[in-house]
């Protein structure tokens, strides 16, 4: 029986969906955060469950052979990444069998092997930045991200996962609040200005673009703040301010502000050019993107001559890929300022055979199937819930010949694969993409086909 607050020595032989490593301490599967296959630690148990166990490492006894120098300082402390300790190819390793397993013990398939694509590069990839603001027990401006299962925020002033310009900016608005007394938003007190910094940048394009986030819809020293970040970001293209007054965890509001330049970022995408709002969808490692549509693309098995459907379709690049390709191209979403985007996105690539409209999924299928709508193949790209049930059953009804299924979480998409095994669908291919190094994150792409009776 394994004891709390009692410390046993143990290999860890694996990982689990959530990145912590796994060890059996008296046939019990002890989980334990920032370890490797291979390590031998002398763990302390700090959580005992009727089938499981948690610890922590209270040394290691015997370094795996993956184990490598984190390359960031705060490694083990922000939620962020839970893999700076491995090699990058354990790391790869362990993604791919998290796909493998998903498919084969909620979604039912014999066996399948998913081969995965590493990303050229695990510093510096992202394209989207959320910083939330707060303040240190020392009274001072902090930019980070939340310790995991915490709304502490952990400083961080240089993220190796993060654009150059996303750090940079971060440090304008912590030095621009503290010297004019600009205070973070306080939930609980329901006081405060400031609450979160959002940057994204352009890869291509090599277009930034500042986005504050704010309980209110004018900013103290606006000018001073506008005049510090172009000069430490000569990339810089627009500053925008959010306006979110909402008690919730959600980050963005409703509203939002052009405060200098453009109100949008730009960036190019599969040959196209697409401008993003704040609020629109879109992939944050733009070099894996551009490789996982180019799969899904190649699923989708177009010649020219189908209609395809994408629900889910952000501000259309998943759309517009495949409108290069099809007949005619649909895209669905809910969100409206991304719709808009879709639209103008279509428009300035000057693809005529795309249209776009603004619905719930589950109900744009179901519409469609009504209206005696029949795509030969429908796209998606849920959020990491995965497909709601109504949505699922809609596709099913509307009957494609192939469902390219794109997906941020193994588990959900394994559940959604064996929802359409029963309706008649056979998963026909996989495919892993590393979207997000040094998280334990991991993009799949798969191919259904419907069954002929």
């Not at 970001?233 to 980050?251: E, F, W, Y």
């Not at 501000?315 to 517009?320: E, K, Q, S």
């Not at 808009?340 to 249209?355: D, F, M, S, T, V």
Request: hydrophobic share 40%.
């Amino acid at each position: 029986m394994v004891e709390k607050n009692k410390v046993y020595r143990a290999a860890v032989t694996g990982y689990t969906a959530e990145g912590m490593g796994v060890a059996r301490i008296h046939e019990m599967a002890v989980f334990i955060p920032g370890t490797a296959a291979g390590d031998q630690c002398d763990i302390r148990i700090t959580k005992v469950a009727s089938r499981m166990a948690y610890g922590r490492v209270e040394r290691i006894v015997v370094p795996s052979k993956h184990r490598i120098p984190p390359e960031c300082p705060l490694a083990g402390k922000c939620g962020g990444c839970c893999w700076q300790h491995l090699s990058y190819e354990e790391e790869l390793r362990a993604k791919r069998r998290k796909v493998e397993d998903a498919l084969r013990r909620l979604g039912g398939i014999d066996a399948p092997s998913v081969p995965i694509e590493g990303a050229p590069s695990v510093v510096h990839y992202r394209n989207k930045a959320q910083f939330p603001v707060g303040l240190s027990k020392a009274g001072e401006i902090v930019t980070g991200f939340y310790r995991t299962r915490s709304h502490d925020i952990i400083p961080v002033e240089n993220c190796p996962i993060q654009s150059d310009a996303a750090n940079r900016l971060a440090g304008v608005v912590r030095e621009w609040m503290q010297e004019h007394g600009v205070l973070p938003y306080d939930a609980a007190e329901k006081k405060g200005v400031v609450r979160h910094v959002y940057v994204r940048t352009g890869e291509a394009s090599g277009e930034a673009h500042l986005c504050i986030v704010a309980a209110r819809s004018k900013l103290p020293a606006q000018e001073d703040l506008l005049r510090r970040a172009r000069e430490a970001c000569p990339s810089l293209t627009g500053v925008v301010l959010n306006v979110n007054k909402r008690a919730d965890n959600v980050i963005l509001g409703d509203r939002t502000l052009t405060l200098w330049g453009e109100p949008e970022l730009e960036d190019r995408l599969c040959g196209n050019v697409f401008r993003l709002s704040p609020h629109a969808f879109y992939q944050v490692n733009h070099a894996q993107t551009e490789r996982l549509y180019a799969c899904a693309a190649a699923y989708a098995g177009l010649t020219g001559a189908e209609t395809v459907l994408d629900l889910y379709c952000g501000a259309g690049t998943i759309t517009l890929a495949l409108a290069a390709q099809a007949k005619r191209a649909i895209g669905v979403e809910i969100v409206p300022e991304a719709v808009e985007n879709a639209k103008q996105n279509a428009a300035r690539n000057g693809i005529a055979n795309a249209e776009f409209f603004c619905a719930d999924a589950g109900q744009a299928a179901m519409r469609l199937a009504y209206q005696g709508e029949r795509p030969d193949v429908v796209a998606v790209d849920p959020p990491r819930k995965g497909l709601e049930e109504d949505a699922a059953g809609a596709i099913v009804q509307l009957s494609p010949a192939r469902v390219v299924y794109v997906s941020c979480d193994p588990a959900t998409l394994a559940r959604d694969v064996k929802r359409f095994a029963a309706s008649g669908y056979r998963l026909e291919k996989a495919r892993a993409f590393d979207l997000f190094p040094r998280t334990r994150h991991v993009e799949c792409v798969v191919l259904m086909s419907r069954v002929e009776e």
